[in-house]
């Protein structure tokens, strides 16, 4: 059996060996980051950001900006501290130390990936993919989505990073042209920019501020994937001087992307337009008034949530195989598959639970829900910042200003909290998933006992 203390030795040794293979460079990991940000969010819920907020859509982006560099700054320092698989879990468990705690954020942070994959696959299956044909049932091309990314995932880290970055460089270029035409626009005296300044509510008292709230709640889910990346720290070289440049860079890359992308589609599409759609940057791309064929860009965007999709199984299989290591799943959780040292039980088991969510929820539901219940794990995460500061290891890393973390956590649980305008099936979503994984927690811990593993 593992100890807390060996546990707590083995994450603090920054060049620790383990049966994955460093395969990640500085290079790759800033692109993985990017391209892990990028996708989904901008792509396909533009316009219901826009539906909740109205005109103004450049405004919730940059206050997601804001909250997702407070958080950046926490993760970073604590990957830096600990370079170990598993993440949040990991995080949580050597701040509080308490197993159920512990596997709760674990499980919720898999449950978010599960959930950002589902909204991908559901994405791909929309107005994206109904630019080609609409003789297969959008559910059907969903699942065969979802099985298509295990395959790759099965085939090796390496594989799955290089078709990231393949990936990152198409939907780089998407929102490239979505930029273009927004630049042509305006130089054509084209664009209503009177719309930068139009809130869906009206007044300017606390339904303003819940809906400006619940649109950046759901803007939100666009920045999701920063947190991701500190699950391939045992697959990076370097890992500590390595994540603090992939990190930012990535974050500040994404978030100017992302507000300029805002006041383009504001600029060119009415909000009530783009919240009709599954894909509004495609309707962008027809009020734009430039000669730039639908079809190729609705290719582009496919290429865009795929990469969002593959990203997060690849996160959730090896979240599995980080907390099957430390005895909070099942130990088969960690079983490699031989010759390719993938985590071949890990990506089964999320592929499955994906397959299972994508067919229960729509792109906004899923994507709420994703938000939702990281904006929980990031507020617990922040907490675990200023607590761990008690725990120095021998090693430099990166320290946060302790203004950041504090900030962080308030931001956090403001945005989780029912100030922001969420529907109620995000909460019953979150609550069942919740429900799934205390009861997976009672069962694990009677297996261990039942053997005589049962952690201290």
């Known amino acids: 059996m593992t100890t807390a203390s060996e546990t707590a030795r083995a994450a603090e040794a920054p060049d620790g060996d383990g049966p994955l293979k460093r395969a990640i460079g500085p290079k790759l990991l800033i692109l993985f980051v990017i391209g892990d940000i990028l996708g989904t969010g901008i792509y396909a819920t533009t316009g219901k950001v826009a539906g909740k907020v109205g005109g103004a859509l450049w405004l919730p982006f940059v206050i997601g900006f804001l909250v997702a560099v407070l958080t950046a700054a926490s993760y970073v320092e604590l990957v830096g501290k600990y370079p170990k698989a598993a993440g949040a879990a990991l995080y949580t468990q050597k701040a509080f130390k308490v197993p159920f705690v512990t596997f709760i954020v674990a499980f919720l942070v898999m449950c978010s990936g599960l959930a950002s994959a ?116 045992e697959e990076t070289k370097d890992p500590v001087r390595t994540f603090p440049k992939a990190i930012f860079i990535g974050v500040a890359v994404t978030g100017t992307i992302y507000v300029l992308v805002a006041l ?122 200023l607590v761990l500061r008690r725990d120095p290891v021998a090693h430099k890393h990166f320290r946060a200003p302790t203004a950041l973390p504090v900030l962080g956590a308030i931001t956090a649980l403001i945005l989780a909290s029912p100030l922001a305008d969420r529907d109620v099936e995000v909460y019953i979503r979150a609550g069942v998933l919740l429900a799934i994984g205390i009861a997976l927690w009672a069962v694990n811990k009677a297996v261990l006992k039942t053997r005589g593993e049962e952690r201290a």
């Open 264 to 385: 383009v589609s504001s600029l060119l599409v009415d909000h009530r337009t783009l919240a009709g759609s599954s894909g509004p940057l495609l309707e962008v791309v027809k009020a734009g008034g430039v000669d730039f064929p639908p079809k190729l860009f609705a290719l582009i965007a496919l290429f865009a949530v795929t990469n969002s999709a593959l990203i997060n199984i690849m996160m959730a299989s090896r979240l599995c195989y980080g907390l099957a290591n430390e005895r909070i799943l099942p130990r088969v959780m960690g079983k490699v598959l031989p010759g390719r040292c993938t985590p071949v039980v890990g990506i089964a088991f999320v592929s499955v639970l994906a397959i299972g969510l994508v067919t229960t929820g729509e792109i906004e539901g899923l994507s709420d829900t994703t938000a939702f219940l990281l904006l929980c794990v990031f507020a617990v995460v922040n907490i675990a910042v």
């Open 118 to 233: 589902s909204a991908a696959a559901r994405a791909f299956s929309g107005d994206y993919f109904l630019e080609f044909t609409d003789a297969v049932p959008a559910t059907l091309i969903a699942i065969l989505f979802i099985l298509v990314l295990a395959a790759l995932n099965l085939r090796g880290v390496s594989e799955s990073v290089k078709a990231n970055v393949v990936l990152t460089i198409v939907e780089l270029s998407g929102l490239a042209i979505i930029l273009g035409i927004g630049a042509w626009a305006v130089l054509s005296g084209d664009g209503d920019a009177s719309r930068l300044t139009e809130f869906e509510a009206s007044g300017t008292g606390y339904a303003l501020i819940t809906s400006v709230l619940g649109a950046t709640a759901l803007g939100f889910f666009a920045f999701v994937g920063f947190e991701d990346s500190v699950n391939m720290a």
